[in-house]
């Protein structure tokens, strides 16, 4: 059986040197509650944020009205400003975010169901990946989470630039 992501996480941050932290919209806290699901995460899991409307992403997450109205909740744009406002507000080193259209309605012929942006904010740089799930909405959720732990673990492997 493979080692889940949120495991392979702890053994890269279970020190306590790094802090992580969470912007979640579509995945509603999923990647928070794989995290903490993990014994000792408090070592390195200061919080996280469910940021699922507009108002919240700009109230808690700094995520500007002009960003949110121009590109999107769902854009590249909004979620790098989700994960910067995140490492901000838990002075963490990493933060990652997670914004996207699980289904199943909501989607458009620009975004139709599926369509999930994640940013990930460092002090060494801000990167955005984008996906397009073709599951049902619990199944998009769970392709989001695993996504996003494997983001993470990515940058902390240095295979990031």
Not at 94 to 110: D, F
Not at 119 to 129: E, F, I, M, Q, V
Request: hydrophobic share 35%; charged share 20%; proline share 3%.
């Amino acid at each position: 059986m493979p080692i889940a992501l949120e495991d392979i996480l702890h053994g890269y941050l279970q020190t306590g040197d790094l802090k992580v932290s969470t912007a979640e919209s579509c995945t509603g806290g999923l990647v928070s509650h794989r995290i903490t699901n993990v014994s000792g995460s408090s070592a390195y899991f200061p919080g996280g944020v469910v940021a699922y409307s507009y108002e919240a992403k700009a109230g808690l997450l700094g995520v500007s009205w002009d960003t949110l109205n121009t590109h999107g909740a769902v854009s590249e744009e909004t979620v790098l400003e989700m994960a910067n406002g995140a490492r901000k507000v838990f002075d963490a080193d990493i933060a990652v975010s997670i914004s996207g259209i699980a289904g199943p309605g909501g989607g458009t012929p620009e975004k139709p169901v599926g369509t999930t942006w994640l940013g990930l904010s460092t002090s060494k740089g801000d990167w955005a990946r984008h996906f397009l799930w073709d599951g049902n909405r619990e199944e998009n959720k769970h392709h989001s989470s695993e996504a996003a732990l494997q983001f993470i673990i990515d940058y902390l492997e240095g295979k990031l630039n």
